[in-house]
């Protein structure tokens, strides 16, 4: 997925299915957050209390930066990946069955 960055504007712009604008900021509440990764929130609190994901308190509202968002995704999708490469590898070998 490439993002590209629009100067002239705090968004980010996905040309990989169309075109979507977000608002960028460099902390999110976890409702934004949630949002964002296309999760819950109780789901995503879960993650920030076994430390998936770093977040600050501030005033008793958790933040999490954007970019930690961004590398907790793109982690989860190299994992992906590769329980799909070895689900392959499996196939290949016989030892796993439709």
Not at 14 to 31: A, H, M, N, R
Not at 33 to 48: F, G, Q, R, T, W
Not at 69 to 74: A, G, K, N, V
Request: net charge negative.
């Amino acid at each position: 997925m490439s993002l590209t960055a629009i100067p002239s504007l705090p968004f980010l712009a996905t040309d990989e299915q169309g075109i979507g604008l977000f608002p960028v900021s460099p902390e999110l509440t976890v409702t934004q957050a949630a949002k964002l990764l296309d999760v819950s929130e109780i789901y995503l609190n879960e993650l920030l209390d076994i430390g998936a994901i770093e977040f600050r308190q501030d005033y008793g509202l958790r933040l999490i930066r954007h970019e930690d968002l961004i590398q907790y995704e793109q982690e989860c999708q190299r994992m992906y990946e590769g329980v799909l490469e070895i689900v392959r590898l499996d196939q290949e070998m016989g030892l796993y069955d439709d």
